[in-house]
């Protein structure tokens, strides 16, 4: 077991910023986690998408299965049905981004997907087969949160473990863990849709600053005691405009 976990916050195709932030990883002392979601909405869901597939391959990192993971799982195996919605939440960038600009204006949705499974098989296998949580010490890193009012949070259903919100945000944490979880972006949880930094409250530790809306990406390097470092890059590109 390494002596330091290095947790990336949710990267929605900003594929600079992760690269950004990687320049930071240490193999040799960091175990490395994805909080997930790093397609959908950026302009580099592909590039983002293989180089969390060669982390996990090459240097054991985690990477947690988010909701835009499983938003696009959806789209592919039912694309009729998801196509509308996933569009919504970001699924052109990554369709385009896997495919080619004006792609989603060219094709049905069926055409789409066919093509995405045809070229990417062994992403989608990769993508399928991503965990819900990882446990390190006293430490529970999810995409979401977990089911406060479970006795045991194992429990918590997969799609809590991707979507939970306000219960697990309100909830009390008797876990006895610190849960470190994006998703739902850190100025929402500051409750001022302003400010990026960390959101600490109970012993959950929300780390997406919502950086693809012109917020921050966040690497957080833990240890046995807590936060050694938060390194937080801005995305420059322009201003912080919160639409989802």
Do not use: C
């Not at 320049?23 to 994805?34: A, K």
């Not at 299965?65 to 049905?81: C, K, S």
């Not at 998801?82 to 600009?101: A, D, P, Q």
């Not at 992403?123 to 045991?152: C, M, Q, S």
């Amino acid at each position: 077991m390494k002596e330091l976990v290095y947790v990336i916050s949710d990267i929605h195709g900003e594929y600079t910023l992760f690269e950004k932030l990687l320049s930071h990883f240490d193999p040799t002392m960091h175990q490395l986690v994805l909080i997930g979601d790093l397609n959908d909405r950026g302009p580099k869901s592909k590039e983002s998408f293989l180089l969390g597939k060669k982390l996990v391959e090459k240097y054991q990192a985690v990477y947690l299965r988010g909701n835009h993971e499983e938003y696009f799982l959806q789209f592919l195996t039912q694309p009729e049905d998801w196509f509308t919605s996933y569009v919504r939440n970001g699924g052109k960038e990554t369709i385009e981004s896997l495919l080619h600009k004006g792609a989603t204006e060219e094709y049905s949705p069926t055409e789409m997907a066919m093509m995405i499974r045809s070229r990417y098989k062994e992403l989608i296998d990769f993508l399928v087969e991503r965990p819900l949580y990882f446990e390190w010490k006293n430490y529970l890193f999810v995409h979401a949160g977990v089911d406060l009012t479970k006795k045991d949070w194992h429990e918590t259903s997969p799609h809590n473990f991707i979507w939970i919100r306000e219960a697990f945000h309100q909830g009390k944490n008797n876990t006895g863990k610190t849960i470190v979880f994006g998703h739902t972006i850190t100025p929402m949880l500051h409750g001022d849709m302003e400010t990026t930094d960390l959101w600490l409250s109970d012993h959950k530790i929300g780390i997406d600053g919502g950086a693809v809306f012109g917020g921050s990406v966040h690497g957080v390097i833990f240890n046995d005691h807590g936060i050694v470092q938060d390194i937080e890059y801005q995305n420059l590109k322009g201003p912080w405009q919160p639409t989802f």
